[in-house]
């Protein structure tokens, strides 16, 4: 295994930058995503690091070694693609057994490598079959054995479960969690979906326009994300975003929009009283208690939860998540509140840093409810 470091790493294609400076280091052995929405560069980074694109500046190195102009067959490294690229005329032992014929090893050592590994993938009764025998999770384990076989520094993957069903996804994430554990290999996972990098991840690579907009483990991605689209784009449902006005008034910070006004800090050094936004999470909403009201406009059952979006005076909607059975209908108005200890405020624009400082979180038992009041309180 190796550690894997972008240094000031960019790729233009003509006049059009991709990824912009990109500056990473991934730990040895370490399970890293590349996270964000289609066109965000994680693909062309990954291409990068495989030897498919080449930077326009920059510099990459695996291990010891500065790979920018070898070729991918010197960079040691396997890469598994989302459409699997399995030979449809080989069985699966020999699809298995290519990378290793390819490099000229040994037909004896090449059947001991092939058994090794589809024993550790569970693939030993399928050797035989041709690839149009197997399910799609059959095939998926297939190309990870492909790749498992040739034992590399460094295991790429690009979006490889993207194929495959919502319950069958579910199971291969696991698989490949319990499979990065046992090997303890550098993998670097390229996915938009993020369950995905946040179950499987040691840290997140959060990418957005080309450039890296977040590089932390998922818990502190979630969190205390780093700017108002790290916020918006981790979270099922999303964390609710309000714009208003910051101002400060002897000493103290609000943060007000229509409907509410709210004392908020500590806040950073670059804080500035003007535009700015309110963010929290549908779990750090309370639901039937407290001094804002809105009134219910659609309500999701999931089964084990509800989540409750209502909306606000001014046009805003804020989304609320509870436990079943609690329910409420669509039109009824509700009276609700937010744990200002998990809350968060964001400079104005799409990639408005986060202006709050860190705290030391709370219990759930001790949720702060009566920091909120409306503007005809005040």
Known sequence: ??????????????????????????????????????????????????????????????????????????????????????????????????????????????????????????????????????????????????????????FLLDEPLS???????????????????????????????????????DRIAVMEGGKLQQFAPPAEVYAEPANRFVASFIGTPGMTLMDGDLTRQDGCWTFSAPGLSLPVGPLKDIAQPGPACFGVRPEHVRIGEGPVSGLVQVVEKTGHENIVIIGLEGGQRLTGRVPAPQSWTIGESVRLSFDTDFAHIFAAGTHGERLNLTQAPRSANHLNLTTVKTETQS
Do not use: W
């Open 1 to 154: 295994m190796a550690e894997v470091v972008f240094s000031n790493v960019q790729k233009k294609f003509g006049t059009f930058t991709a990824v912009h400076g990109l500056d990473l280091n991934i730990n040895e052995g370490e399970f890293v995503s590349l996270l964000g929405p289609s066109g965000c560069g994680k693909t062309t980074t990954l291409r990068m690091l495989a030897g498919l694109e080449f930077p326009s500046s920059g510099d990459i190195r695996i291990g010891s070694r500065v790979v920018n102009d070898l070729a991918p067959g010197e960079r040691d490294i396997a890469m598994v693609f989302q459409s699997y690229a399995l030979y449809p005329h080989m069985t699966v032992g020999d699809n298995m057994a290519y990378p290793l014929k390819k490099r000229g090893v040994k037909k004896a050592e090449r059947e001991a490598a092939v058994a090794k590994t589809a024993e550790l993938l569970q693939l030993t009764p399928l050797l035989s079959r041709k690839p149009r025998q197997l399910s799609g999770g059959q095939q998926q384990r297939v190309a990870l054995g492909r790749a498992l076989v040739r034992d590399p520094q460094v």
């Open 163 to 201: 194929n495959l069903d919502a319950k069958l996804r579910g199971y291969m994430r696991v698989e490949l969690v319990e499979l990065h554990r046992r090997l303890g290999r550098t993998m670097v996972y390229v996915t938009h979906d993020q369950l995905e990098a946040m179950t499987m991840s």
